[in-house]
């Protein structure tokens, strides 16, 4: 009587479980005889739609951002750390004018191109509408406000910049308008930057802060009028809808 080799290894082992199916090499027929032979999953190793290399990706696979930005990033870090950094000069620099020039008194340095004049202002940047100090800190706290909320969905580089340095004026003088004489909301903010002539006579007296301000001021007009929009898309006039992705 003959015997299958899978018959001769089961008797082998014992006789334990069930007569094993034989297997066979993919492409070869079975003997005569051979029982039927189990169809082969080919699909399973085919890759999936989003591993494919150029193919679409799944939304799990975090390609997309929920902002509908693909694969960028808010640029929140940049705008906070920006602004940190202009607080940090502005007060260190404010601190030291404090601390070794007397009001009043001019350091001429540069050959006369620049002078420290230690000045006290209770007006807006560059010593613009004195007395309003109450109204300009109020204003300081809401633009404060909004920036931060923005942070949120700013993906274009330049607009961080922009905000950041914006951001880090702003709380660098509103420092001062709460801390400093002569009382709460309406202490003076420190000025000391005099160009060409001593006490501002050529040009208002400013600070690190105030520079910050314009600076990033005048960098989000240049944005606005070039159609850069928080998200880093340009907006253009010429189409219906549209925006398209920006150079930023």
Same mark, same amino acid.
Do not use: K
């Given at each position: 009587m003959d015997h299958t080799g899978a018959e001769v290894r089961s008797g082998a082992m014992g006789g334990r479980g069930a007569r094993r199916a034989p297997l066979w090499s993919v492409g070869t027929a079975p003997p005569a005889g051979a029982g039927p032979r189990q169809a082969i999953d080919r699909g399973a190793l085919l890759p999936r739609p989003s591993d494919a290399p150029d193919g679409p990706r799944d939304p799990q696979d975090g390609a997309v951002a929920s902002s509908g930005a693909p694969g960028r990033r808010p640029r929140t870090r940049l705008l906070l750390l920006l602004a940190l950094a202009v607080l940090a000069l502005d007060l260190g620099t404010k601190l030291l004018v404090v601390a070794t020039i007397g009001r009043g008194a001019?350091?001429? #340095? #540069?050959?006369?191109?620049?002078?420290?004049?230690?000045t006290r202002n209770t007006g807006a940047a560059f010593s613009f509408a004195e007395g309003f100090t109450v109204v300009f800190t109020l204003i300081a706290v809401v633009v404060a406000v909004v920036i931060v909320r923005t942070a949120r969905r700013l +993906?274009?580089?330049?607009?961080? =910049?922009?905000?950041?340095? =914006? #951001?880090?004026?702003?709380? %660098?003088?509103?420092?001062?308008? =709460?801390?400093?004489?002569? %009382? +709460? #909301?309406?202490?003076?903010?420190?000025?000391?930057?005099? =160009?060409?002539?001593?006490?501002?006579e050529f040009y208002p007296v400013f600070n690190i802060a105030d520079s910050a301000i314009v600076c990033g001021g005048l960098l989000g007009v240049v944005l606005a009028l070039r159609g850069i929009e928080f998200d880093g898309t340009r907006s253009t006039g010429g189409r219906a809808g549209g925006d398209a992705p920006a150079r930023d």
């Open positions: 001019d350091i001429r #340095l #540069l050959g006369g191109a620049l002078y420290l004049t230690h +993906f274009s580089t330049g607009w961080a =910049v922009a905000l950041g340095l =914006v #951001l880090g004026g702003a709380v %660098g003088n509103l420092v001062d308008r =709460v801390f400093r004489e002569p %009382g +709460f #909301l309406r202490g003076g903010v420190v000025d000391f930057i005099s =160009v060409f002539a001593p006490d501002g």
